[in-house]
């Protein structure tokens, strides 16, 4: 059997992903049927059927679903390669230090200080980008070391818990549900997140829009204006507050943001978020152990509690 490419790898992860040929070859840029001749010949090379075919829709077999999630593995090791390479070998080699913006249980000063009092560091460059999103900048090659939220998907990565603290959902002020001190999942039926899923499901629950699993097509076309400000907790704030949306966030993050337009209310059916530093697993380099060190000293070093509301149950 041939070596396989990573473009043949990247044709079937499209096609996979989209379960349609005409999306997976638009999502490429390519015409239908030489993306289709190249599946087969995938197949062929493989002497596995990796989709099952009909006239109205694609499906993974068993086969398919292996290829898929090994496939992905593939890709992202490669282009880390390539990512890691050029950052390492440029002019000013830096830490890439993925997170959500303000989603670090008050942390990241006291762990860019620490970190930065060692010897030997390199400078640290924060990488911006949405919940849910950290994970794959580390597996991709964007970012080295992160602060993430769990539950994530954490396949190819090395953790330490930092600390946990109570998840809080953020209502407009008006919203009836705000009138009490606390509330159940169940109590979010009509309300929606800023991108487009049901609040009932919690912060960690389906979502067309968020993950690695998302839906391209998803994102071409995101659910609402709401799923278009999903990045920014301004633009968040502000829709909660015209009631649009609902957003989960940590106790810490409510406390650095009171809002009198935005009331915080505690879920008691929803567990605690705990806060990760996380790293690849096959990570050697000095500055990432630097980093998890400070990250780890600083976390120990907080009171238990801090990082709770007060009274989470009536913040806001």
């Known amino acids: 059997m041939n070596d396989l490419e990573t473009r043949q790898l990247r044709y079937f992860v499209a096609v996979a992903e ?59 090791a490669v282009t880390a390669a390539a990512r890691r390479t050029r950052q390492a070998g440029g ?31 390199l400078s640290a460059e924060l990488v911006l980008g949405g919940v849910g999103e950290q994970a794959q900048a580390l597996r991709d090659g964007r970012a ?21 603290e109570p998840l809080l959902v953020a209502l407009p002020a008006t919203d009836p549900l705000a009138a009490g001190p606390q509330l159940r999942l ?38 609402d204006v709401a799923a278009r400000a999903a990045y920014h907790l301004a633009d968040i704030f502000s829709l909660i507050e015209t009631g649009s949306v609902v957003f989960f966030v940590p106790a810490s993050l409510a406390q650095r943001y009171p809002r009198p337009g935005i009331a915080y209310r505690l879920v008691t059916d929803l567990p605690p978020a705990t806060l990760v530093i996380a790293w690849p697993q096959d990570a050697r380099s000095p500055a990432v152990a630097a980093f998890v060190r400070a990250a780890c000293s600083v976390a120990a070093a907080v009171p238990a509690g801090t990082a709770a509301q007060k009274e989470p149950g009536r913040a806001g």
């Open 91 to 121: 002019p000013s080699p830096r830490l890439r230090v993925a997170l959500k913006a303000d989603f670090d249980g008050g942390l990241l000063p006291q762990i860019l200080t620490a970190y930065s009092a060692g010897e030997a560091v």
């Open 144 to 164: 080295d070391v992160g602060l993430v939220f769990s539950p994530f998907d954490g396949h190819g990565l090395d953790t330490e818990p930092l600390l946990t």
């Open 186 to 223: 169940a109590d979010l039926a009509g309300r929606r997140l800023p991108r487009g899923s049901s609040a009932v499901h919690g912060p960690w629950g389906p979502d067309p829009a968020r993950g690695r699993q998302a839906s391209p097509a998803a994102e071409r076309k995101p659910p």
């Open 18 to 76: 989209e379960l349609h040929f005409g999306r997976a070859a638009e999502r490429l840029g390519m015409a239908q049927p030489p993306l289709s001749r190249a599946i087969r010949v995938l197949e062929r090379q493989l002497g596995v059927a990796l989709l099952e075919r009909t006239t109205r829709k694609v499906t993974l077999t068993a086969a398919g679903e292996v290829l898929l999630r090994d496939a992905r593995a593939a890709l992202d």
